[in-house]
């Protein structure tokens, strides 16, 4: 038989134990959840894309809060490699991220990046990092969850977004065709080398050694002239600015 004494004795050494092991869970719970109200994690995932008009931006980008606290955010920064920082976008009202809540942010184009030494582009080997500034002025370095990061926002560069008939305007464009049917105003973008990118209303897309001569030759043979209610093409110049080279009027008057 098991002595009564020496089984009240283990008995009470477990009791001891597991009021013991219970303290030590619950206090790991509390540093735990602690942790997680009083520190900041903010991930950041994207993709890149370019096309024929617009350098290499970013889309599908996405920011999630990873800690259980409300984190404001008042602006994004971008590192590109050693290129520099750009703000790539400044939230007119704060974005609230809420604890573990992710959001879709719709990045703005630009025209162009420019730094110190010139224009500046994102390449597809790029090391981007992140950095987000919160409503208080804190910066808060984000991890990647795809691609390397780094940590800083040294050398800061500077973008511009010009806009020319609501199309945000890049040095990859050499015309802007614009005409109207019955009040209905639609827009034509030519690439440096006349392709057009996108809606055309012509049979084909590409207009070789494009100039306002060519064109307004191909708009009267081909009966557009007529057609359109007015025209205009606009040369996009090396610094973004717009020159009307031709219109209707103009034709009209070499007729």
Known sequence: MFNKEVIE???????????KLLTFIAAGFTIYFGYQKTTKKICVSYSLTSGALYDTHLTNFVISNK???????????????DK????????PEPLVLKGYEAKLIDIPQYSSI?????????EFDDRLSFSVVTIAGDI???????????????????????????????????FIFTYNINGNVKNVIFDKHGFIEGYTPFSYNMFKGLSADSFGEFL???GYHEL????????????????????????????
């Not at 990647?144 to 305007?169: A, C, H, M, Q």
Request: proline share 2%.
């Open 114 to 122: 420019k730094g110190s030494n010139g224009p500046v582009s994102i």
């Open 67 to 81: 800690r259980d606290n409300v984190i404001i955010v008042s602006s994004i920064y971008m590192k590109i490699g």
């Open 140 to 174: 808060v370095v984000c991890e990647v969850e795809s691609p390397v990061t780094s940590k800083n926002l040294d050398g800061r560069l500077s973008k511009r977004i010009i806009k020319f008939n609501n199309i945000i305007l890049t040095r990859n464009m050499g």
């Open 9 to 19: 004795k283990i008995t009470w050494l477990y009791s001891i134990f597991d009021i």
């Open 220 to 222: 009267i043979s081909n």
């Open 228 to 255: 359109y209610d007015d025209y205009s093409l606009y040369k996009i110049l090396d610094n973004l600015d717009t020159s009307l080279v031709l219109s209707k009027a103009s034709m009209h008057k070499k007729q």
């Open 84 to 91: 520099g920082s750009i703000e790539i976008i400044n939230f």
